[in-house]
């Protein structure tokens, strides 16, 4: 007779009667996890399509220009999409530049001749400083460290005067410089507050570094438009940004402005939307494909969010924005979905109208968004909403499910833990007494072989 093996037993006897339920709930939880794995994988190709359709809106438009000057190092430019092809000539007068004083031999006074000094700029802004809190170790005494200390930590200064202390030859003086340039930032000391003496004295006798002063520059060459403004930086012509960097002398030719049509460049910011969306285009195709005989379906197959969400940027992708489409600007799709631009077609569409791509493109902005970056933009807002977005709402209810199953695996553990303690019971006391039987049966078979 074979020996029975409890712990064998008892091991099957409650696997068979607890497997189904454990493959259902094994089933369930390896659907959940490939569902919430897919919905993350999901999440990070629209999330970078989002980004791109970000970059695109805030990337000067895709139109796109180039600027050339005819002399360098005098100016520099950039453009938007709202730029004209033309040609411009100014003449650099003078640059704008930020006021700075220095206070020579400022001396270290007890903190009993300290006092309130008001520190004025010519827009009409000023602030306070107590030089009587400025000493800051507490020696007694003002340094001009504490002083420059003092200025830039008063409450309202809130950087519109930087103070610092420079050594030269020994020597240590106070320097003051405003934070902006053009005739507003010039500053003046008013340290009536302050008791007579050498402290005062010192700040009524500044001596001037750089002058304040406003760039003036003149669009069409000396005796055309006058411009005045305190920064360096001119957005005057529309779609244009210049900074001049240096004033140019009386006898100079004027400076020469070109600016240009870039065909390569706008054609490169359409592929970028190109690239970005079959990026995403291959990334849901993955996510349903239909599974076949020798192939895996997509986690996503036959679920009708997904196609829907597809559908949506389909439809998206051939409409028409003020009566003009994608198609007509060159960009195709294939039988896969995929993109394509036609260069060629492109350039033809932005001549016989150059506003086309801003028509169709637009923007991507939050608070008016339009236009197709915009359509996509406000329509994957729906799906990425941290909380409220539909992947969070889909995750946490996969969460809740794993939750419940994790819940219903610690009960069948439980269940089959129960099954398996009465089997091993069982069938210990039933090896108990075949064994006592086996012993039995053995000193029956001595007794009647010894007769």
């Known amino acids: 007779m074979a020996t029975l093996d409890p712990v064998t037993t008892a091991t099957q006897l409650a696997t068979a009667y607890t497997q189904p339920l454990q493959t259902q709930i094994t089933t369930q939880t390896q659907n959940a996890q490939k569902e919430s794995t897919a919905l993350n994988t999901l999440r990070s190709a629209l999330s970078a399509f989002d980004s791109a359709l970000s970059s695109l809106s805030s990337s000067k438009g895709l139109k796109q220009f180039t600027a050339a000057f005819n002399t360098a190092g005098i100016a520099t430019a950039t453009t938007t999409s709202k730029a004209q092809a033309g040609s411009y000539q100014f003449h650099v007068e003078q640059l704008a530049t930020a006021h700075q004083l220095v206070f020579e031999d400022l001396p270290a006074v007890p903190v009993a001749l300290g006092g309130p000094i008001t520190v004025q700029l010519q827009d009409g802004s000023s602030f306070n400083v107590n030089l009587v809190a400025a000493d800051s170790d507490s020696d007694g ?12 930590q008063a409450n309202d200064n809130q950087g519109k005067v930087v103070a610092s202390v420079v050594t030269s ?6 320097l003051l410089s405003s934070s902006k340039t053009g005739e507003g930032g010039e500053i003046t000391i008013d340290a009536s507050g302050l008791p007579a003496g050498a402290l005062q004295d010192a700040f009524n006798n500044s001596r001037e570094l750089t002058a304040a002063q406003d760039a003036v520059v003149w669009l069409g060459g000396q005796g055309g438009v006058r411009m005045q403004q305190a920064s360096n930086t001119f957005t005057s012509i529309e779609g244009v940004s210049l900074t001049f960097t240096r004033a140019m002398t009386a006898t ?3 400076l020469t402005l070109t600016v240009s049509d870039d065909a390569a460049g706008t054609a490169g910011k359409v592929e970028e939307f190109v690239k970005a969306y079959n990026t995403l285009r291959t990334a849901l195709d993955s996510l349903t494909k239909a599974g076949g005989e020798n192939s895996t379906g997509g986690v996503f197959a036959s679920d009708a969010g997904i196609r829907a969400l597809s559908s949506k940027l389909n439809s998206l992708l051939r409409a028409e924005y003020d009566g003009v489409s994608l198609t007509q600007l060159g960009v195709k799709g294939d039988r896969n979905g995929q993109l394509s631009l036609d260069k060629d ?4 569409a932005l001549l016989a109208d150059p506003a ?7 923007s991507a902005s939050v608070s008016a968004p339009t236009g197709l970056l915009g359509g996509m933009s406000k329509y994957l807002d729906q799906w990425l909403t941290s909380g409220s977005g539909q992947i969070a709402s889909r995750q946490n ?3 809740i499910q794993q939750k419940n199953l994790s819940a219903r695996q610690t009960r069948l553990d439980a269940q089959y833990d129960s099954y398996y303690q009465r089997y091993l ?8 007494l075949q064994a006592q039987m086996e012993h039995t049966s053995g000193l029956f078979a001595q007794v009647s072989m010894g007769s």
Request: proline share 2%.
């Open 356 to 362: 086309a791509l801003d028509k169709v493109f637009g």
């Open 425 to 432: 019971q069982q069938f210990t006391q039933l090896a108990t």
């Open 252 to 254: 100079e030719a004027p």
């Open 141 to 152: 005494t003002i340094s001009q460290s504490e002083i420059a200390r003092a200025i830039n």
């Open 169 to 174: 030859g020994g020597q240590t003086q106070l």
């Open 345 to 348: 077609r492109l350039e033809k």
């Open 397 to 399: 209810s996969i969460q």
